[in-house]
T-cell receptor, first 112, second 114 residues
Framework: DAKTTQPNSMESNEEEPVHLPCNHS???????IHWYRQLPSQGPEYVIH???SNVNNRMASLAIAEDRKSSTLILHRATLRDAAVYYC?????????????FGQGTELSVKP | NAGVTQTPKFQVLKTGQSMTLQCAQD?????MSWYRQDPGMGLRLIHY???????DQGEVPNGYNVSRSTTEDFPLRLLSAAPSQTSVYFC?????????????FGSGTQLSVL
């Protein structure tokens, strides 16, 4: 399984944009890039995923590098509720049982 | 829809006891999986299933058994509990790959083994 590398922690100020980086230099052509987040004392929740093109949804945007070896999750205006651990994960779309292997993630803290 | 339902929410076991953690989903999802999360750590995949009658091992399968007799249910069995299995356990499910990539998680079972 291809691995991802994320910073252990990041800080942000409330109402400012946040850019969470993820390196995946060994990504294969069939790997989806997934982002999940885990709020304190809760199960993970889906944030966004993409393959090659940048993606937007109501929660965030995903910017994927042209060579796909890195991606960035963008929270446009951080709120206190966005304080969580953010996981960047690769999933092989060519494999029906393609597993999601979680790494350590990035712990985001948001200051008022 | 209730989504992914895990029971119990909390459980205390003695070393050597056995028990089953229940997981049920009402979204007709083919893929189901079990993760464990130790304090301050990320999630680790225990077992997963791509459909009824089909299961496979994840990263940390030792000490755990699973079966998938129906689409809805994916129980996790601890055969002989050990203190090293103290953890929070999460069940997750997903629809058909590529058309439905979103993984839905249950609220977790906190297990303590004394």
């Amino acid at each position: 399984d291809a691995k991802t590398t994320q910073p252990n922690s990041m800080e942000s100020n409330e109402e400012e944009p946040v850019h969470l980086p993820c390196n995946h230099s060994t990504i294969s052509g069939t790997d989806y890039i997934h982002w999940y987040r885990q709020l304190p004392s809760q199960g993970p929740e889906y944030v966004i995923h993409g393959l090659t093109s940048n993606v937007n949804n109501r929660m965030a945007s995903l910017a994927i590098a042209e060579d796909r070896k890195s991606s960035t999750l963008i929270l446009h205006r951080a709120t206190l509720r966005d304080a969580a651990v953010y996981y960047c994960i690769l999933r092989d779309r060519g494999n029906q049982g393609g597993k999601l292997i979680f790494g350590q993630g990035t712990e985001l803290s948001v200051k008022p | 829809n209730a989504g992914v339902t895990q029971t119990p929410k909390f459980q205390v076991l003695k070393t050597g006891q056995s028990m089953t953690l229940q997981c049920a989903q009402d979204m007709n999802h083919e893929y189901m999986s079990w993760y464990r999360q130790d304090p301050g750590m990320g999630l680790r995949l225990i077992h997963y299933s791509v459909g009824a009658g089909i299961t496979d091992q994840g990263e940390v399968p030792n000490g755990y058994n699973v079966s998938r007799s129906t689409t809805e249910d994916f129980p996790l069995r601890l055969l002989s509990a050990a203190p090293s299995q103290t953890s929070v356990y999460f069940c997750a499910s997903r629809g058909r790959p590529a058309t439905n990539e979103k993984l839905f998680f249950g609220s977790g079972t906190q297990l303590s083994v004394l």
